[in-house]
């Protein structure tokens, strides 16, 4: 009888020391689904941003797009009016006109 009580009082012990595990055990896990769920909300915000930051950089690809546009076509405009400008230029000038402004138009055309 008292070996069977000795078994009892071992078993209860056994069990006392399972139940502080699996407390331990179930706070862990507590705390890792806490962790878990902070981390996996920042991961959502870093998303979220991440996204916008996407949108916006795609809004200042097209701008950049229509300005370089914008200025070839600029550019080009120029490139065509050049010629009829210094046409021009030419004809209005005057016998007194400076001789470095003659020899720039004559190097234009």
Not at 80 to 92: G, I, K, N, T, Y
Request: charged content about 30%.
């Amino acid at each position: 009888m008292r070996r069977l009580q000795d078994l009892q009082i071992q078993v209860n012990g056994i069990e006392h020391q399972v139940e502080e595990t699996m407390a331990i055990c179930k706070e862990r896990v507590k705390k890792e689904r806490m962790q878990l769920i902070e981390v996996e909300e920042r991961h959502q915000a870093t998303m979220g941003h991440m996204k916008n930051y996407v949108i916006e950089q795609g809004e200042v690809v097209n701008h950049w797009k229509r300005s370089f546009s914008q200025l070839s076509a600029l550019a080009n405009g120029a490139i065509d009016d050049v010629p009829r400008m210094l046409c021009e230029a030419h004809v209005v000038l005057f016998r007194d006109s400076p001789r470095e402004v003659k020899i720039f138009i004559g190097h234009c055309k």
